[in-house]
């Protein structure tokens, strides 16, 4: 009986270790088949570029409106028939220059009345002060003489103005458009005569986000477009608002640029282009090497000839490169092409483009 037992214990002792010796065997076939393939796996073709140092200019793209430097409604003071127009509609005129004259016949009579009550409140004061020497009169009876007289010549004065006023003169020099008024015309303040406009100098106005308000500042240059033309024009920054628009969280600011030429009108929509810092030792990458990943951004790099996965943070961005804050440096050789397929580790050869 015992014997029976040793040989079944024998054989299950040979069974095993014959199961044991074929699974092992079979392990350390896999393994080096798995070996085998790996060093056998050939290396991604992508393109690549190494990284270099350069200048930047980050500029803010903006929308703004081209305004004239002065622009008003020519207006009379005083109402009255118009005697006389003196200007060409869409003529350019002068400071000062006389653009129309309105009757005055009415107020020189005035001023004829006020003239002589003058003179003789004038004779009034001057007799009055010699009874006061002689103490013939008093002295309130001599101050009512001298206020007769300087109320009269204020009168004088007040017509004189008035007449003055119907010579409607340009205030400032520029070019002016069309009448709604004619020679004969009863026109009043609230009249429209012309609009008088100054463009050798227009405004650009236009408005910045918030965030960038703390690096704007007076006599800092800009250029700009017109819709429909491609001619680039500069401008210089002269006035900020002192106060953040609320309703739009935006600063509102104001340049002003020289239109010799006229080709800049009043009223036409601008392209801005601000520049905001200058960086002269910039990273930049192509925007075609950045992958979106959860928590930001990733790029490869090549490490000997194995693609390295890097996070990166990104800054402003052009329409072809994005600036790179932190992730990358100088020397760094950035995988640009077929990196959607690359993982990490993985043998790449690359072209590097110049």
Do not use: C, W
């Not at 600063?251 to 200058?278: C, E, H, W, Y």
């Amino acid at each position: 009986m015992k014997l029976k037992h040793i040989i079944y214990f024998l054989l299950a002792v040979v069974i095993g270790g014959m199961i044991f010796y074929r699974i092992t065997a079979n392990s350390s076939k896999e393994e080096g088949g798995k070996e085998k393939g790996k060093g056998d796996k050939k290396p991604t073709k992508v393109t690549g570029i190494v990284l270099k140092s350069q200048v930047f200019s980050d500029n803010l793209s903006l929308s703004g409106s081209i305004e004239a430097n002065e622009q008003i409604e020519v207006r009379s003071e005083v109402s009255g028939v118009v005697e006389s127009i003196n200007f060409q509609e869409g003529s350019y005129v002068s400071k000062g220059q006389l653009l129309l004259k309105i009757n005055d016949l009415e107020l020189r009579a005035q001023l004829s009345q006020a003239k002589t009550k003058q003179a003789l409140a004038s004779e009034n004061e001057r007799r009055a002060k010699l009874l006061l020497q002689k103490e013939a009169i008093s002295q309130e009876e001599y101050d009512i003489a001298s206020a007769d007289f300087r109320s009269a010549q204020a009168q004088t004065q007040l017509i004189q103005a008035q007449i003055a006023k119907t010579s409607v003169r340009a205030p400032f020099s520029g070019k002016i458009g069309l009448r709604s008024i004619s020679k004969g015309t009863y026109v009043t303040p609230t009249t429209v005569i012309a609009n008088l406009v100054n463009t050798s100098q227009v405004k650009i106005t236009f408005s910045i986000p918030e965030k960038y308000a703390a690096q704007m500042k007076v006599g800092s240059v800009l250029s700009f477009t017109i819709s429909g033309g491609k001619e680039v024009y500069s401008a210089k920054v002269y006035a900020i608002e002192p106060e953040i628009e609320e309703t739009t969280r935006t600063l509102k600011m104001r340049a002003i640029a020289q239109n010799p030429n006229g080709k800049l009108i009043p009223g036409t929509f601008a392209n801005v282009s601000l520049p905001l810092d200058k960086i002269n030792d910039a990273i930049l990458v192509p925007t075609e090497a950045l992958i979106p990943v959860q928590n930001g951004k990733k790029v490869f790099i090549s490490v000997n000839g194995m693609a390295k996965e890097v996070m990166v943070e990104t800054g402003a961005r052009t329409d072809k490169e994005a600036l790179v804050i932190s992730g990358l440096k100088v020397g760094d050789t950035l995988l640009t092409s077929g990196v959607m397929t690359l993982k990490e580790e993985s043998p790449v050869k690359v072209n590097i483009k110049s």
